[in-house]
């Protein structure tokens, strides 16, 4: 009974005299504006490579990190988490900055953009699937945790002269890259 007594007078003095126990003012306050994480293609869609052959050397394809919000966006990284190893080697791998730069770490103001390449091979048959992640500091995503954007990788890879679903050959030849520009237009 006492120690709230004691509390009760302090609590009062302070307000007497003008005192808050707030921490900080009004402008330490302020809320930055966040950017907001697109990827494309979308997690829907994911990155299919579609049909190789065993013997081709791989097959390249495109995405794109982009802020579509008013902030800046800080994205931490950009990995691949899982590389389709269905048979103890990785069938994607050599993930890439398009723009020749080095780390998967960078800061985008609004409006800007990333993008990257993946490839793609194996030497058995198999249809392997993969996965790229994003970690960003735009919350609203949410991918198994907070600012986590997941990319489902996907390829078909079989023997030479096996016809793929569309009764066509699958690539044998030189590494392709996809001539599809992952800058296409995402209708905003």
Known sequence: MRYAFILAA????????GQTFSVGDAENNE????????????????????TVSTTSV??????RVSNIGDGSLMVTHVRITDAGDNVGAEVFKDLRRADGG??????????QKMEFTVNA?????????GNIEVYANDTTVDFGGPGKYQLPLRIRVVA???PD?????PDTGAPTEDTSSPTTDTGR
């Open 121 to 129: 091979s194996a030497s058995v048959p198999m249809e392997a699937v």
């Open 165 to 169: 679903d569309t009764g066509e050959t």
């Open 31 to 50: 809320v930055k504006d966040i950017g907001s994480l697109e990827v494309y293609p979308t997690h829907d869609m994911g990155l299919d490579f579609g």
């Open 160 to 162: 030479p002269d096996t």
């Open 10 to 17: 302090a609590l009062t003095g302070c307000a007497s005299s």
């Open 58 to 63: 791989g097959k390249m394809k495109g995405f």
């Open 102 to 111: 080095q780390g998967t770490n960078f800061t985008l103001t609004a409006g």
